[in-house]
C-alpha cells in the first residue's frame, strides 16, 4: 500500500512521515537538490516543500497543510 500523509507537517516536526516526505522531495532534483533523509523537517525541506508548492501554483508557505497534502498524496507512488 502507498504512503497517505495525514498531519501538517512544517519546521521542526520529525517522524517517519517525515522521510516519507523528504523520499517523495527528492525523487525531483530541481525540488529538493540536496536529497537528504533525515527524518527532521529543517530549512533544507522547507525549502524544497516551497520550490514544489510553487511547481503546483499551492500557496508558497513552506508548510505541508491541507493543499500540499492532498497534492503530494495524489502524486505518491
Do not use: H, M, W
Not at 502507498?2 to 517523495?24: A, C, M, N, P, W
Not at 530541481?30 to 527524518?39: D, K, N, Q, R, V
Not at 501554483?57 to 495524489?74: C, D, M, W, Y
Request: hydrophobic residues 40%; aromatic residues 12%.
Amino acid at each position: 500500500p502507498k504512503f497517505v500523509f495525514t498531519r501538517s507537517l512544517y519546521l521542526g516536526v520529525q517522524g517517519e512521515d517525515i522521510k516519507k516526505l523528504q523520499e517523495f522531495l527528492a525523487k525531483d532534483r530541481s525540488i529538493y537538490p540536496e536529497g537528504l533523509i533525515t527524518g527532521y523537517y529543517g530549512r533544507l525541506t522547507q525549502q524544497a516543500v516551497i520550490r514544489f508548492q510553487a511547481k503546483y501554483g499551492i500557496p508558497q508557505l513552506g508548510i505541508v497543510g491541507p493543499l500540499t497534502r492532498a497534492k503530494i498524496n495524489e502524486l505518491i507512488k
